[in-house]
């Protein structure tokens, strides 16, 4: 006869100690959540600001690395930061005023770009396509759009008067550039010596490889869209494209979102602004250009620049600007790129890929089943004797 046993009562002592552990532990749970809800809300300005830096001292390393062979890492660092500000001044002081004056007569002319491009296309392809049915499609009007252009024309403006906040965020965007890559390998021994072994080896790999790979590919799209932006404005101005200044540096911006294919989308802008101008044949122009220039640039530019770099699809590089631009605006838009090439290059250190088992065709399988199934002619072949062996030794 079994003996029934008797339930195991727990009991919970309400002891002074265990109520004060227990108020601690909901206190500081929501000071956790107050902490994030401040990050992620009233400091989300501060983290956009250090995630730049921490990219353009990633873009910078490479030119940064090879100035502290000869001098100190501090110096070579503000050596990189001066060149590129006094390039930048350089730029803004002779074409800073030409640049302004033609993406304020862009961003004005838009509805009427539009207007000359559906224009143009139901008089070459017998269409009868209206501005109005388009725009109403999208859920816009003419008057909508051409006040959406003036007010991101308005904002932009609005930013840039801000002169007071835009020194603020300029000054502590450049000393986190500097102070992360002069103190970048200090930084990095430091936060490497706050954690136990075993992390590590994780935490200094996803560094190196950040700093490798998704710092090669930051300056290798830099150095592109330099080099895209440059050719694109003097074929623009050779050409006689409205606004070529503006057009060219798009072009070459935009360009190194999507990589391989980055050309043809920045490029329809530069074409349906050349179809409407009174010389349509600038539009047909600029995107033979375009065609041109990304063949010259996937078969010889690229592989030499991207060499070290990760690889990333255009597919997924749209996506992720897309996403970018959808959760952060125009930043997230900037910096979707680089985060999805240090994703891409973390899991390409930490998972192994393996070797793809080849399918074999339906009526090959079935084939080799039967004949597998089938015995051979003249009987049962007698057993190997290594199983024979096998089989006869006891376990």
Not at 102 to 116: F, H, K, M, S, Y
Not at 220 to 228: F, K, M, Q, S
Request: overall charge neutral.
């Amino acid at each position: 006869m079994t003996q029934q046993q008797e339930p195991h009562v727990v009991r919970v002592l309400l002891s002074p100690a265990n109520v004060w552990r227990a108020a601690l532990a909901v206190v500081a749970v929501i000071a956790v959540v107050l902490f994030a809800r401040f990050v992620l809300a009233d400091a989300g300005g501060l983290i956009v600001v250090v995630v730049m830096a921490w990219f353009i001292s990633l873009a910078m390393e490479p030119a940064v690395g090879r100035l502290a062979r000869h001098m100190r890492r501090g110096a070579a660092a503000l050596l990189v930061m001066v060149a590129f500000l006094l390039v930048s001044a350089i730029f803004l002081y002779l074409f800073g005023s030409l640049l302004a004056e033609q993406v304020a007569v862009l961003v004005r002319e838009l509805p009427d770009i539009l207007t000359g491009a559906v224009a143009w296309v139901n008089e070459r392809f017998g269409t009868n396509y209206q501005i109005a049915d388009i725009l109403s499609s999208l859920n816009l009007t003419p008057q909508q759009a051409a006040q959406y252009a003036q007010d991101v024309l308005g904002n932009v403006l609005g930013l840039l008067g801000t002169l007071t906040g835009a020194i603020v965020n300029l000054f502590t965007l450049l000393l986190l550039i500097f102070y992360l890559s002069a103190d970048g390998p200090r930084l990095r021994v430091w936060l490497a010596r706050l954690m136990p072994a075993n992390l590590q080896r994780v935490f200094l790999t996803v560094w190196d490889v950040s700093l490798v790979k998704t710092g090669g590919y930051v300056w290798a799209r830099l150095l592109l869209a330099t080099v895209n932006a440059v050719a694109s404005t003097v074929v623009f101005l050779a050409l006689g494209m409205p606004s070529w200044l503006a057009l060219g540096l798009w072009t070459g911006l935009v360009a190194q979102f999507v990589p391989t294919i980055g050309t043809y989308i920045a490029i329809v802008l530069p074409v349906v602004v050349g179809l409407v101008s009174p010389r349509p044949w600038i539009g047909l122009a600029a995107l033979g250009w375009g065609v041109l220039y990304q063949q010259v640039e996937n078969l010889t530019l690229e592989p030499r620049i991207s060499g070290r770099s990760v690889d990333i699809h255009p597919g997924v590089a749209f996506a992720g600007v897309i996403l970018g631009a959808s959760l952060f605006g125009a930043v997230g838009a900037l910096l979707a790129v680089p985060v999805v090439a240090m994703l891409l290059s973390l899991i390409d250190t930490f998972i192994a890929r393996q070797e793809l088992v080849q399918s074999v065709p339906p009526g090959q399988a079935a084939a080799a089943d039967h004949h597998t199934a089938a015995p051979p002619p003249g009987g049962v072949p007698p057993p190997e004797p290594g199983a024979e062996r096998g089989r006869a030794t006891p376990g």
